[in-house]
């Protein structure tokens, strides 16, 4: 059998990190396969790639024969966007040389990769004027927000409360 080490692997912004690949026993040939990644809630190319540098979501890979194990290393992208977690499923694929040799996937050949984001929220919100006023009979006020700093990739939800004060005499 040829498959992934675990069902799940888990990358953090702005680092490495490493999917492992193994093969139930040593083969007597070289084991040939394409690995495929396929976009879940993360972007291959924007939220993560492979290290080798390929701009191509399909990576061939050959597992020398005698190896039972192979290491693939992926870079998640530092971006300053707070988001919620991102992932990618990997897949496997045989060469249809080998389905002739017996060799099968273990786990159906799937692995999902988790992306936890680094990024804090720091949004910074303000009033667009110091002050304001309005007539005792509108019942309402309206007050212009703005956004001094910072991004999110979410809704942003603000509540605002008001106090009466007495006119200054």
Do not use: C, K, W
Request: no cysteine; charged share 10%.
């Amino acid at each position: 059998f040829v498959g992934f080490s675990s069902p799940t692997f888990s990358g953090s912004e702005g680092s490495t990190s490493t999917v492992s690949l193994f093969v139930s026993q040593p083969a007597p040939f070289d084991i040939s396969l394409t690995l495929t990644a396929n976009d879940l809630s993360a972007t291959f190319g924007e939220d993560y790639y492979f290290v080798n540098g390929s701009t191509d979501r399909e990576l061939s890979i050959t597992i020398p024969m005698g190896i039972t194990s192979h290491s693939l290393n992926f870079t998640v992208r530092n971006d300053t966007i707070v988001e919620t977690s991102e992932s990618f499923q990997l897949l496997i694929m045989l060469s249809p040389a080998l389905e002739s040799r017996d060799v099968a996937l273990a786990g159906g050949g799937v692995a999902t990769v988790n992306l936890q984001d680094s990024d804090t929220f720091s949004i910074m919100v303000t009033f667009s004027q110091t002050s304001f006023s309005a007539s005792e009979n509108l019942g309402f006020l309206t007050a212009d927000l703005q956004f001094v700093g910072g991004t999110s990739s979410s809704a942003v939800s603000i509540t605002v409360t008001s106090s009466e004060q007495s006119p200054a005499s």
